[in-house]
């Protein structure tokens, strides 16, 4: 696209900005079609916001993926990075951890609900700020509370203190996944919206670094697999002391370490514009015109938008509104108070008012369809994939003991299970792009496969059955992660995305907090109970996704 091109808003093109404006956010798309549906319970604001946030998306879509946006795309792949980088590391360090401070097989998934709890808090917590405080101080915030308490989780030397600390990790981790999701929404062009269920492949890739940082530390600075905690044997006895169990100490603190890294990444070398969506939305037009021309300098492109374009927006949709207020004024009294800018509302304000907001999920019986499923799919692949994520790596450590596989070569299948999720997000956003099963086919035969493949490594126990069902459920894991989450905020309109994202996301999150609990108590009487437990939760996904609103899932909302 050249530097030189049109905007069907520009006056050269022999129209009225009015028109122009009318004809550029006017057209019936999907998008509009359902805004209209939702127009007799929404205020003239919320349409008009909209009506603003296609305009930009227009702009994005002639300027198409510049240097900016590739920065937000790859800052935003680290948050993804960092999701599964702290959830695998539960996972592998919790053998090593139970044999130290000997604690039961029962209270092994207290680790995991402690961490689930503070993804829970942080997913419903930041998922509502994102709409209030903006996207920009959310973004930086998340990587920051995680990277602090995951340096500091390797110090504790009893358990509860542990995890008081992972579940302030957890509520850093939390916000990551619906805010980057968010944030890369709104700046990438509609037309290479596959970039974000391509997110997801940076999810993988932190699998696959913290199982190659566990390989690396874990075998060799862990006590021998044979020796009781010392807190559980008599003095004298040899026995698993902290000393000599400093291998899961050492990965902790080198994750912490990598995620201070990303913050200096995010904070202070890259300098992150608040969202031109974000700033519409809080009535902040100036601003939003502002970063859209800084984002088209770095580009090297030239916006050829003005606030003319936002006030003949204004004019065509804005008259009741406007009206309304001036309506309002005729009584207030002198024209010094009528000029008066009108007060920030306060904090608690803008809270209520974002709650509100929630509503707009359920204004026809269509939108409130789609958002009670997107609800039931994140609750139900959150359980899967948490009782996955947390019992499979000590389910394959059992298993390979019950066959003579060392552990070290165990931590090294590792590397080889997860790597192939590299393979599956590119898979599934491949087939959104070019395949024609759409988002919806391939979800359901994404999550379909992921269940059938728990059920099978319940039934097998050879290191190659063991590698190969374990592979098979992350590949498909990753590549239905990667089309729900990229898909799930394009679902929604752009007022309510972050709200709507974060609170998907904070029902899986809540479901992850009991899994975990009810998987632990079944590994206690059968090893392959939490497989089934886990593959029950894949099937429910592919039920709901049946039912989704057909229009929902083509990705046409601004």
Not at 34 to 40: D, G, M
Not at 137 to 159: D, H, M
Not at 281 to 294: C, I, K
Not at 403 to 425: A, F, K, Q, W
């Amino acid at each position: 696209m050249s530097a030189s091109s049109k905007s069907p808003l520009d006056p050269e093109n022999g129209q009225s900005s009015s028109k122009t404006v009318q004809e550029s956010v006017g057209a019936g798309s999907h998008g509009d079609n359902l805004r209209l549906s939702l127009s007799t319970g929404v205020s003239n604001k919320l349409i008009l916001e909209e009506r603003k946030a296609e305009l930009i998306n227009y702009h994005f879509n002639e300027m198409g993926m510049g240097r900016y946006q590739w920065y937000i795309w790859s800052l935003c792949g680290l948050g993804y990075f960092l999701d599964l980088l702290w959830a695998q590391a539960f996972g592998l360090i919790a053998s090593p951890l139970k044999q130290e401070l000997g604690f039961s097989d029962g209270e092994l998934g207290n680790i995991f609900t402690a961490f689930s709890s503070g993804l829970c808090a942080g997913a419903f917590v930041w998922g509502i700020l994102v709409d209030i405080i903006g996207r920009r101080w959310a973004f930086n915030g998340t990587v920051l509370i995680s990277g602090i308490f995951g340096l500091c989780l390797g110090a504790p030397s009893t358990y509860n203190g542990i995890l008081v600390l992972t579940a302030f990790n957890g509520f850093g981790i939390g916000g990551n996944i619906p805010i980057d999701t968010t944030i890369c929404l709104e700046f990438i062009p509609k037309k290479e919206r596959f970039l974000l269920a391509l997110l997801s492949i940076f999810q993988p890739l932190g699998v696959v670094v913290c199982s190659g940082i566990a390989y690396g530390f874990i075998p060799k600075y862990s006590c021998n697999i044979d020796l009781p905690s010392c807190k559980n044997s008599a003095p004298g006895e040899a026995c698993c002391s902290k000393a000599d169990n400093y291998g899961w100490r050492y990965l902790v603190f080198t994750l912490g370490a990598i995620a201070m890294l990303i913050f200096f990444l995010r904070f202070v070398l890259f300098t992150f514009e608040e969202s031109p969506k974000y700033l519409i939305s809080r009535g902040r037009d100036e601003e939003a015109m502002r970063v859209l021309h800084h984002v088209s300098k770095i580009n090297k492109y030239e916006c050829s938008l003005t606030m003319d374009d936002f006030r003949a927006l204004d004019a065509r949709y804005g008259n009741e509104l406007t009206n309304g207020i001036a309506d309002a004024d005729t009584t207030m009294g002198s024209p010094e108070q009528k000029n008066k800018k009108p007060k920030k509302p306060k904090f608690y304000q803008q809270l209520l008012n974002e709650f509100s907001r929630i509503g707009v999920l359920f204004t026809t019986a269509s939108m409130a369809r789609l958002t009670i499923l997107v609800w039931i799919i994140y609750a139900f692949d959150y359980w899967a994939f948490s009782i996955a994520g947390s019992f499979l790596p000590t389910i394959l450590l059992k298993k390979n003991s019950a066959i003579n596989v060392s552990v070290s070569e165990t931590y090294r299948d590792y590397i080889i299970i997860y790597l192939p999720g590299i393979v599956g997000v590119g898979l599934g956003a491949g087939m959104i792009r070019f395949g024609r099963l759409g988002r919806k086919w391939t979800m359901v035969f994404a999550a379909l496969m992921m269940g059938i493949s728990l059920f099978l490594f319940a039934t097998v126990n050879t290191q190659a059955s063991n590698i190969g069902f374990n592979l098979m459920e992350y590949f498909f894991q990753s590549m239905f992660n990667a089309v729900l989450y990229g898909w799930t905020p394009e679902a929604f309109p752009a007022s309510v995305r972050g709200t709507a994202s974060g609170v998907a996301s904070f029902w899986g999150r809540l479901l992850s907090i009991v899994s975990p609990l009810i998987a632990a108590h079944l590994l206690e009487t059968s090893l392959n109970g939490p497989l089934y437990l886990a593959g029950s939760g894949a099937l429910v996904c592919v039920v709901a996704i049946m039912f989704l609103p057909n229009n929902s899932l083509d990705g046409q909302l601004p």
